[in-house]
């Protein structure tokens, strides 16, 4: 099956500083990937629609110029969250979407745990 | 807006018991829904993909439904095992965006 990775796993940063999240497909093209965010307890939010070559779609209430998403490659998309405070501590998911014939399926990430101090 | 909801938040049987977990949504006009599994501080796994067209979807203990017209969906597991013990999200799709309910943390005790 279709695999997606995210590096890194886990980090810890300091208030005030950025932190970039890579998401890559490894065996398949994604032209579309998505991200998300997870409190304890709550749904997955879906905060943006990375698209290649072109610019992310986010979504209500979610500020891109906090979370900076840039798809530079059919296989990549990072997300940079802009000077991190201690609300931004969550679980991030990155999904991206395998086309096959007719069907269409979205995988998803491990997860990146990010933690500001 | 969709709404998906997944009622009781966490179950806990015994070993070998059959289970369905419930998934409801507002809004029907969707293009598939799937069940995903999740355990603690990892990903999503995708356990089943049904499509709209479709009622039902089967991968080794696991059985899906679908009614759209009532906005429901099951997730039927067979001979539970403490293996199975995990967070099941169900989450319905439309123009390729996924909305997730809270999701149903079960637990099999031994």
């Known amino acids: 099956g279709a695999v997606v990775s995210q590096h890194p796993s886990r980090v810890i940063c300091k208030s005030g500083t950025s932190v970039k999240i890579e998401c890559r497909s490894l065996d398949f093209q994604a032209t579309t990937m998505f991200w998300y965010r997870q409190f304890p307890k709550k749904s997955l939010m879906l905060m943006a629609t990375?698209?290649?070559?072109?610019?992310?779609?986010?979504e209500q209430g979610v500020e891109k110029d906090k979370f900076l998403i840039n798809h530079a490659s059919l296989t990549l998309s990072t997300l940079t969250v802009t000077s991190a405070h201690p609300e931004d501590s969550s679980f991030y998911i990155c999904s991206a979407i395998y086309s096959s014939g007719r069907a269409s399926e979205q995988y998803f990430g491990p997860g990146t745990r990010l933690t500001v101090t | 807006k969709q709404e998906v909801t997944q009622i009781p938040a966490a179950l806990s049987v015994p070993e070998g018991e059959n289970l369905v977990l419930n998934c409801s949504f507002t809004?029907?006009?969707?293009?598939?829904l799937q069940w995903f599994r999740q355990d603690p501080g990892k990903g999503l796994t995708s356990l089943l993909l049904i499509q709209s067209s479709q009622r039902e979807q089967t991968s080794g203990r696991l059985n899906a439904s679908l009614d759209k017209s009532s906005g429901r969906s099951t997730l039927y597991i067979a001979a539970s095992q403490p293996g199975d013990s995990a967070t099941y999200l169900c989450a319905t799709g439309a123009n390729s965006k996924l909305t997730f309910g809270k999701g149903i943390t079960l637990s099999v005790r031994p």
């Open positions: 990375s698209n290649e070559g072109s610019k992310a779609t986010y």
């Open positions: 809004d029907s006009a969707i293009y598939n």
